[in-house]
């Protein structure tokens, strides 16, 4: 039987060439992605830089996957509540899409994603 571990969380370990160390360089070249891919409102998203490597060459982020209903209550005229329900999309998914998309320094790309932490460790292929 198979179980799943729900977790409100997103992991993603990223290359970065040329190599940096400087968290705020790294966090600075995701937001700029964000805003480049999906306007000034996504620059904002939830993250934490958890791990880089010694070298500079590797880091791993965490996000937020994003709820996929959300509430908001509007005042319209003479409708004192009314829920709206607006999809929200998945923060994870913005932050692969926009390093995907990203075009400046530092180059970011995709090492492994996973919304389980420990499973980034291995990265070394199969032989």
Known sequence: MQHSFPSEHHYIRFAVSPPTTDALTLRKALQDALTQTFGITSAGLYTDILWSADDGAQF????????????????????????????MSR???????????????????????????????SVDELV
């Not at 923060?91 to 389980?116: H, M, T």
């Open 60 to 87: 791993v982020v965490r996000v937020r996957k994003g709820s996929v209903l959300h509430s908001r209550y509007l005042d319209i005229k003479r409708i004192p509540r009314l829920r709206i329900y607006i999809p």
């Open 91 to 121: 923060d994870a998914a913005k932050f692969l899409s926009a390093a995907v998309a990203w075009s400046d320094q530092p180059r970011i790309s995709l090492v492994k994603e996973s919304p389980f932490l420990p499973s980034l460790i």
